[in-house]
């Protein structure tokens, strides 16, 4: 069984930073794509920050010059590097990995639970 677990959330004041870490355990055989979204209650969940395998990075206009993702492929671990956080950022913060759980299996899409980020005075 795969599971996501997502660490660093937290309380933070405007213009502070916080990393997040996911981590994926379980049944991989292989990973592609490990991304980042944030969602606040009543909206749809959106994208923050998504990178390959190989690397490739894509961020939301939002964050871009804020926010760097980046993985470790040998712990299947994904990093979120979060600077000048504003108010705005405040969301549940959730992992998502795209993955193969064995050789056989096609890929499928799995979830963390979600970290609260907070950025308030």
């Known amino acids: 069984q795969v599971q996501l677990v997502e660490s660093g959330g937290g309380l933070v004041q405007p213009g502070g930073s916080l990393r997040l870490s996911c981590t994926a355990s379980g049944s991989i055989f292989s990973i592609n794509i490990m991304g980042w979204y944030r969602q606040t209650p009543g909206k749809q969940r959106e994208v923050v920050a998504a990178?390959?395998?190989?690397?490739?990075?894509n961020y939301a206009d939002s964050v871009k010059g804020r926010f760097s993702i980046s993985r470790d492929n040998a712990k299947n671990t994904a990093y979120l590097q979060m600077n000048g956080l504003k108010p705005e950022d405040t969301d549940v913060y959730y992992c998502n990995g795209v993955l193969r759980p064995t050789a056989m299996d096609a890929w499928h899409n799995y979830w963390g639970q979600g970290t609260q980020v907070t950025v308030s005075s």
């Open positions: 990178i390959t395998s190989g690397g490739i990075t």
